[in-house]
């Protein structure tokens, strides 16, 4: 059972993204939050999964709520919001969000989705995704990676397959290893390299030109 904490500040909007989500059988969605402090507090407190965030909210927005959320280790977060804008992915995804999509997006795809962060992968809009790759392909190399010689062989082949934009049941695959080990191996690449989702290991894996 996935638990899933749902942060809109339009009550309609959450009614329904909640209809939605508890229509599958597998999901539970255990709290709704109307603000960025609502949503933190309820990822605290119930210790969900996911929490799926919208981003403009009063008071704390959705990519301050994302990040404290992630401060506190307490879910992965999914963002969900009208708004196609480059400053909101690159925001989201600085601040650690697992996934970025846009409130358009079917509900069959919404609820694949959250299994697919809850089970540690990434997931973007297709739209935006083209984007971010073409944005990423043309620009030059933007710094330096810290950690990376701390990184084990195979921990840098996992960083690699991540910068190529692998599941982890990819990964497995790929590497011919566990989904387990592959989980413990991307928790382990970020650790070292002071990362809070496997999206922002995509990005430092193009960074450092493993991709």
């Known amino acids: 059972m996935v638990r899933v ?10 009614t329904g993204l909640v209809m939605i989500l508890d229509a599958a ?3 539970e969605v255990v709290a709704e939050a109307a603000d960025g402090v609502a949503a933190v507090r309820a990822a605290a407190e119930h210790e969900p999964d996911v929490v799926l965030m919208d981003i403009r909210m009063p008071g ?7 990040r404290r959320v992630l401060a ?11 708004f196609d804008l480059d400053d ?9 969000a697992a ?4 409130k358009s997006v079917d509900a069959t795809r919404l609820r694949e989705a959250v299994h697919a962060v809850a089970r540690g992968d990434g997931v973007l809009a297709p739209e935006i995704t083209r984007r971010v790759i073409s944005r990423y392909a043309s620009a030059p190399r933007r710094s330096a990676v810290h950690g990376l010689e ?7 082949d996992v960083l690699t397959g991540l910068g190529r934009g692998l599941s982890n049941a990819e ?11 592959t989980k413990t191996h991307v928790s382990r690449v970020l650790t070292k390299l002071g990362l809070r989702s496997r999206t922002q290991a995509a990005i430092a894996a193009q960074d450092a030109g493993l991709v």
Do not use: C, N
């Open 171 to 181: 990964l497995s695959a790929d590497l011919v290893i566990s989904e387990a080990t």
């Open 72 to 82: 506190a280790g307490s879910a992965q977060v999914l963002v969900l919001t009208t």
């Open 5 to 14: 904490v749902v942060a809109d500040d339009q009550q309609a909007v959450r």
């Open 150 to 156: 701390q990184l084990t062989a195979r921990e840098t």
């Open 88 to 96: 909101y992915v690159d925001a989201a995804l600085a601040a650690g």
């Open 99 to 102: 996934g970025f999509l846009l």
């Open 60 to 66: 704390v927005d959705g990519i301050e709520a994302t």
């Open 25 to 27: 059988p597998d999901i």
